[in-house]
């Protein structure tokens, strides 16, 4: 078996590659780049994000990740169940106990309080709360069946992310960056934009490294004021100073490192500064929203205050992957399709916040081109039960669902998708996934295959065992969605 | 069917059609029928395959002699799928090459490949026409098919705890008695026993009940192995525990000890002959080594440089100026020594040193898991305990006795016979408790998430003390060491008896989960005056808590008393009087229309919680009084509980879990330490601690066996640590792996020397400081010439001593340090960090200082960005090596981050008081940050530079307001500080 992997540059080699130039060629190799390189790791590979050969032709160069923390509704939003409308108020939970987290507020069977309608050439059922994706359809590839291992929040995080119930496994994210590097060096290869109104669930874990080199996990980009921590100097100090200060350091830090020659770890660490000031004006370019169109605002609903936050991170998305940035992913704060109650209403407002934006960032990937080299997925960590989760009172309107492992769903639009396809299916009633089952790891091969990797293949050796995303578990692509 | 030899097994095979069934997909008529097990594929079996699995060597808990053990399965579970080759784990591993195992015999030939493929295709038949499935019917059925099931189906309910209905589940005997509704089983009747009944019922496990005990719902092929073991009459068999022997281990042999690091450590290692580098032992060894590749000894490093050296290596801070001067003017060699020494009984000695083995621990104040991750209060208590005992110089061998064993070292339970030692001994055993745990919620309190956690300490200790990855045995056998599927689990349980996965204590008790059904596993042993103290400091604060609420009540009384006067003048004048007798008469004392009348009124006249809330002068009281018992509740003390792991006595069964799943349970095992690290013939003897203890004393036995003065591993990996961070390497380049897959030592007489010389010693880690800080090895320059990087570019011989960047801890405490905001008060609670919206976690500073890096609360999900950014780790389960990057956020966070910039000007303006020409400034400036003075050439520039900078704050402040101006020599001495802490002279140590 061949283990897809890093030039593993030797150290010596690569500096006398990058020669004298210090501020010159050395910096394409370091940008962004983790240099593992003091004498006292002698053998480990140089970790960097130099773009990698795939190891077949991609269908997808980038991708966008709308990842929809909470747990979404499927049979309120994707998958319309008229035998859940005829058996409202049926007892049901006997049949389900056992995959019930809140067992006190348990109700009986709960039918959808939206209407669904077909929409596009392809005729895909849409509930009512999400009319602009709607219009999308016959670009997207719905999964109806999928399903996931847990129904709590934290563990089903880290297995839609990281393949593993378990924390410290490196995400999907970190294992694309690992087998793909980065098409802009200045750029982070791994951009996660998440919400400035507070993190998800699990934190910065979501889009941690694991055991993959820091390299290779998300970097925060704030969508407002400076996307990165500590980029910008907090006080002002005058433009002349700054350069003086620079200068200074450039000075103290040449001058140390000509009295210590064979010791590239100090060489890698001048061009480390001048990275931060070069990332300093492309980051702060990539945010600049100035730049776009009012129609193309209005188009992600930036200029409502109902949609302006997310719709600012979709257009801060596509501006990212049109920079060549690898893996951007969206998330949002709390956990807003986490319908416990109230669902009638709640889910609605979650729609109102996300469905204009993510409708316009089909739209406008198409509209330039980029949909072709780009694939969007779009999906939180589980689905939710056909029966009601109470709150208080038997009210419907009051009324939720909770958690459900069995079945979710998941939508794939872009790079290498049949557009308009509606894959698999539930049980009439919508509690778990029946035919043509996607697991977890098959969601991942196939985002994996979609990106030019093989699952089998994006390897790390560690501690005698070959981690892969997909773990020890069957993964199978999901050839019935793709182009 | 054929039930020739069946016969004899089973007299009623009742339920063999559940087994069976889909099994037979492939009809065995079909296809070659020629083919047959006992001609064709037994001889292959017996060539190729029988020398390690038979019934006494027994690899991979299989037993490929006979048809029956080959369909019993092992370790793996199922080795043939009949009809299915490729699915088949025998064909597959035959197929892809992996067995047999490279020299250990000659792989199949393409026939013999073939001829099983066929075979397994072909139904497996038998010559003698015996069907495959009467193998698996004939698996016979005894209590530890049956006991594991009720264990993690049943006894949370119904077992040692919690008895319902009077019921125990975890024997056949307990069975037999049975509880308040009769005897749970019936002999040889599955129909007549209330057990089944209950669970066909669908009654048991209770579903409403599951999550709070724990339990997941019993599947139908557990049920029906339970209806197949009571109709045979509940049959058990007399199985003893597996574990070590005085008969010679079969599974794990003496050609398996060869690796180097399982050989017992020699009672003796020669020195090679003293050479021209000198005397001390270290150097030769290494200058051997050097000898060998042509290369020698770097020339010794300056004084300033050994200085900056040694005390960030010791105490992870620079050379104050008194020292710096002291030390650099003398020539006196014993100085040097006299200045160790004085570092070492330094208190900062154990705050970095003690650092390194939290990270090995995986010290964390948080259990993690869940985005709640709750808090470990008590968790700073082992910190203070590991600090502590670097600085005493603990020995090593005792630190791991009270760490691993200390609960069973010493008694505990008479609160008047307690000493400081026995509650360390408890402290100690914190270390098993580091790993992340998510059990206090109820949702992941099921038996896998608490093997995780079981796992995690086993993983923590394994590579951490044996420098063994004992990972991989827990599904199967070590693919590359020597440890079998077996001694995973004999170490199982020899931490059964506190870490009992199906007597489980959860980690705290958390707010809304199961009260009750799980105590906390958190001991509650302090000295009586301790608790006297406490009561005594807290006597004073419940009259204060009482009377903040008397004052909320009344304030209630007052609202309600101006609610009830407004509503009642709004009433018809005649009502009034009557009214307010009803609300003023006891309710017993009403009559009927009074009653009435108050019915009618109440709501009226009493103001709703909402309306109480809202009342300007109730919300007033409120806030005051919630604001002031908040405050008194934080002045108030309790009494300290500890983070302990104690042995509870009674352990359940230890059981191998097939492919480590707890519902495919194998051979009965008892506790034990790995074969290949003993002679294979020495029984693991766990005796009572003490009589009446109530302890199993299995941890005191597996860490006695530890501390062994000729242990293969013990020493070596402490040794070899210990080098690693003085030297920036092992020895051993794996810290954690010595096994196969690890590196080999590049000065393996050294290391073994080291060893030696470490236990001779009294396993003290302060001598073996001295023994390498005094060698020329770790004296030399950092300088690297031509040479070192043809022949040895990676410092594998030691040509020279590494360049190093600052740890996190170095880095933020250091700037701490000289900015003069170090409040060196050490132990106790972690200081608080404060989270920004932003994800900024930091410290929170105390009348403007900051403590030492180590006594900041270090919540796995809000580490703090300062260390983190500079690679302190996520403790998932524990850090043996830290990663060393270098990325652009370091940089952005030196030069832009608000608590460096602060940090930054209260340095400079301390220095710019000290002095007042830029000359004296910048020395004072080289001499703190960078322990030494300043060139003449880096005077010139310095001044050159202070006066352009000078120059340009004064043409920016002359377009300033008056407020805005500040002295523009200062100014330009901050941004000339902040330059020198963001270089490299100041970040990397020679």
Known sequence: MTVQHHHHLDRRSFFDHVGSGLYGAALAQLLGGDLIASESSHNRPVHNLLPQQPVHEPKAKAMIHLFMNGGPSQMDLFDPKPELTKRHGEPYFKKIAGEVEFIDSVGALKRSPYKFRQHGECGMSVSEVMPHLAQQVDDIALIRSMHTTTFAHEHALYKIHSGRMLSAYPSLGSWVTYGLGSENQNLPAYVVLDDPGGLPVNGVENWQAGFLPPVYQGTRFRSTGSPVLDLEPGTEKPEKVVKLQRDLLNRLDNFHRKQRPGQPVLDARIANYELAARMQLEANDTLDLSQESEETLEMYGINDPKTESYGRRCLIARRLVESGVRFVQLYIRSQIWDSHRNLASGLRSACEFTDKPVAALLKDLRQRGLIDSTLVVWGGEFGRLPIAQLAGSNSEKTSGRDHNKNAMVTWFAGAGIKGGTQYGTTDELGFAAEENKVSVQDWHATILHLLGLDHEKLLLERLGLEEKLTHVFEAHIIDGILS | ?990
Not at chain 2, 163 to 192: F, H, N, Y
Not at chain 2, 394 to 419: C, H, M, V, W
Not at chain 2, 428 to 435: D, I, P, S, V
Not at chain 2, 984 to 989: E, H, Q, S, T, V
């Open chain 2, 1 to 990: 069917m054929s039930l020739k030899q069946v016969s004899s097994f089973l007299a009623t095979p009742v339920i063999t059609g559940l087994i069976c069934g889909s099994l037979f997909a492939a009809d065995p008529q079909i296809g070659e029928s020629s083919l047959g097990f006992e001609s064709d594929v037994l001889p292959v079996l017996k060539d190729k395959c029988v020398r390690c699995h038979n019934p006494n060597d027994l690899k991979a808990e299989l037993d490929l002699t006979t048809g029956q053990g080959l369909f019993n399965g092992g370790e793996s579970g199922q080795v043939v799928e009949i009809g299915k080759p490729e699915e088949s784990i025998l064909f597959e591993m035959l197929h892809e090459g992996l067995m047999p195992p490279e020299g250990e015999g000659t792989a199949l030939t393409k026939d013999e490949l073939h001829t099983i493929e066929r075979w397994i295709k072909a139904g497996s038949p038998f010559d003698d026409g015996t069907r495959p499935g009467d193998f698996l019917d004939r698996v016979q059925v005894n209590q530890h098919d049956i006991e594991p099931i009720m264990l993690i189906r049943c006894t949370s309910c119904h077992g040692r705890r919690v008895r319902k209905g009077e019921l125990d589940l975890r024997t056949r005997e307990s069975m037999l008695k049975g509880g308040k509704s009769g005897p749970a089983i019936v002999l040889g009747k599955p129909e007549e026993s209330l057990l089944l009944q209950r669970i066909h019922a669908g009654e048991m496990p209770p579903r409403d009940q599951l999550i709070i005990a724990g339990v997941l719902p019993i599947t139908s092929s557990e049920v029906d192995r339970i209806a197949r073991w009571i109709s045979l009459g509940a049959p058990t068999v007399d199985i003893e525990p597996d574990v070590a022997t005085t008969e010679p281990d079969r599974m794990v042999t003496d050609d398996d000890r060869q690796h180097w690091s399982f050989q017992p450590l020699p009672a003796s290692i020669d020195i090679p002959k003293p050479n021209r580098a000198g005397n001390h032992p270290i150097d030769a060894f290494v200058s051997k080594e050097l000898r060998r590749n042509n290369l020698r000894f770097n020339p010794e490093a300056d004084s300033t440089t050994l200085l900056r050296r040694v005390c960030f290596d010791l105490t992870g801070l620079p050379p104050t100026v008194e020292m710096a001067d002291s030390f650099i003017e003398s020539s006196d060699a014993k100085d040097y020594e006299r200045m160790i020494d004085r570092l070492l009984d330094s208190p900062r000695y154990g705050e970095r040193w003690g650092r390194f083995w939290l990270d090995a621990a995986g010290y964390a104040d948080s259990e993690g898991k869940r985005s709640s991750d709750p808090v470990r209060k008590y968790a700073y208590r082992y910190r203070d305990y590991v600090i502590r005992a670097f600085n005493e110089d603990k020995p090593y061998s005792r630190f791991l006795l009270e760490q691993i064993a200390g609960d069973e070292l010493a008694d505990y339970s008479d609160p008047n016979q307690l000493t400081p030692e026995v509650i360390d001994n408890l402290v100690a055993t914190g270390f098993l408790r580091m790993a992340p745990d998510g059990t206090g919620s109820d949702v992941v309190n099921f038996v896998p998430e608490r093997m995780e956690v079981v796992a995690d300490e086993i993983d923590i200790l394994g590579s951490t003390v044996l420098g063994l990855t004992l990972k991989c045995a827990r599904c199967h056998s070590h693919k590359y060491d020597p440890i079998p599927h077996r001694d995973y689990y004999r170490l199982v349980a020899v931490f059964q008896g506190a870490f009992d996965i199906h007597d489980w204590l959860k980690p705290t008790s958390a707010a809304g989960q199961s009260d009750g059904h799980f105590e906390a596993r958190s001991l509650d042993v302090a000295f009586p005056w301790q608790r006297q103290a406490v009561a005594e400091h807290n006597k004073n604060f419940q009259p204060q808590i009482d009377r903040e609420n008397e004052r909320l009540k009344s304030a209630k009384a007052a609202a309600q008393k101006e609610k009830f006067d407004k509503e009642l003048a709004r009433l018809p004048e005649k009502l009034r009087d009557e009214v307010r007798t009803v609300v003023n008469t006891a309710e017993m004392d009403r009559n009927d229309a009074q009653k009435l009348l108050f019915a009618e009124y109440e709501s009226r006249l009493t103001l709703t919680d909402d309306e109480l809330r809202n009342t300007p002068a109730y919300k007033k009281v409120l806030d005051e009084v919630e604001a002031a018992i908040k405050s008194l509740k934080a002045d108030m003390q309790e009494v300290p509980q500890i983070r302990a792991l104690w042995d509870r006595g009674e352990p359940s069964p230890t059981y191998i879990f097939r492919r480590g799943d707890h519902r495919q349970p194998g051979r009965l095992v008892g506790p034990g330490v790995p074969a290949v690290l003993t002679d294979g013939r020495t029984p693991f003897h766990p005796v009572e601690p003490w009589s009446g203890s109530g302890k199993t004393g299995r941890r005191l036995a597996f860490a006695r066996w530890l501390v062994e003065h000729d242990h293969p591993l013990t020493a070596r990996v402490m040794v070899n640590r210990i080098w690693k961070h003085h030297f920036g390497r092992g020895i051993v380049a794996s810290l954690d792996n010595f096994g196969q897959l690890g590196d080999r030592p590049t000065h393996p007489e050294l290391l073994d020397w080291l060893a030696r010389e470490f236990v001779t010693n009294g396993w003290s880690v302060k001598h073996m400081h001295r023994l390498i800080l005094t060698s020329r090895t770790w004296r030399q320059s950092s300088a690297v010439s031509d040479d070192h990087l043809t022949v040895d570019p990676d410092n594998k011989w030691i040509s020279r001593m590494s360049l190093r960047r600052m740890e996190a801890e170095e880095v933020r405490d250091t700037l701490i340090f000289i900015a003069d905001a170090l409040d060196e008060t050490p132990f106790g609670k972690p200081d608080a960090v404060n989270v920004a919206n932003d994800g900024l976690v930091t410290a929170v500073p105390r009348n403007d200082k900051y403590r030492r890096s180590i006594y900041l609360r270090q919540r796995r999900k809000e580490m703090p960005t300062f260390l983190e950014t500079f690679d302190l780790p996520q403790m998932n389960p524990t850090c043996q090596n830290r990663a060393n990057s270098n990325v652009a956020q370091q940089a952005l966070y030196l030069l832009n981050n608000r608590m460096v910039r602060d940090l930054v000007s209260r340095f400079a303006a301390g220095l710019s008081a000290a002095a007042t020409d830029s000359d004296s400034r910048i020395q004072h400036l080289y001499l703190s940050a960078l322990s030494r003075q300043p060139t003449e050439e880096e005077l010139v520039s310095g001044r050159r530079t202070l006066a352009e900078l000078e120059g340009q704050w004064a043409e920016y402040y002359s377009e300033q307001s008056e407020d805005e101006k500040k002295d523009p020599a200062l100014e330009a001495f901050r941004v000339y500080c902040h330059a020198i802490l963001n270089s490299a002279g100041f970040l990397y140590i020679d």
